[in-house]
Nanobody
């Protein structure tokens, strides 16, 4: 069964850090692009970061560039999102997602306000709350 499961969310103070994990099963993460998408309360989903399949090129939304880092561990079949210098506006449910039929265009994902167009497999999400 193909699925992705997020973990690592929680409550953190502004300026703090969290590392989100996206554990994949039913497929291998280095063969497919994986994206992180977030949805803040009352807002549409937005692409945050994406890692491409073959070369592992990484892409970031301008709002998180320099603060977030996406990576993958092929041995653990897991993709991570390291989030540093967190801000209250980073508060959201974070989802990881992929598409096994059509390679999601990572460069478009991170500038899109309709990232759902590019993914067919979604996790359940993990909540990140940045608050003092």
């Amino acid at each position: 069964q193909v699925q992705v499961v997020e973990s690592g969310g929680g409550l953190v103070q502004p300026g703090g850090s969290l590392r989100l994990s996206c554990a994949a099963s039913g497929f291998t993460v280095d063969y497919y692009a994986i994206g992180w998408v977030r949805q803040a309360p009352g807002k549409e989903r937005e692409g945050v970061s994406c890692i491409s399949s073959r070369y592992g090129s990484t892409y970031y939304a301008d709002s998180v560039k320099g603060r977030f880092t996406i990576s993958r561990d092929n041995a653990k079949n897991t993709v991570y999102l390291q989030m540093n210098s967190l801000k209250p506006e980073d508060t959201a449910v974070y989802y990881c997602a992929t598409d096994l039929l059509n390679e999601p265009p990572c460069a478009r994902v991170v500038v899109s306000n309709e990232p759902y167009r590019y993914f067919e497999v979604w996790g359940q999400g993990t909540l990140v709350t940045v608050s003092s």
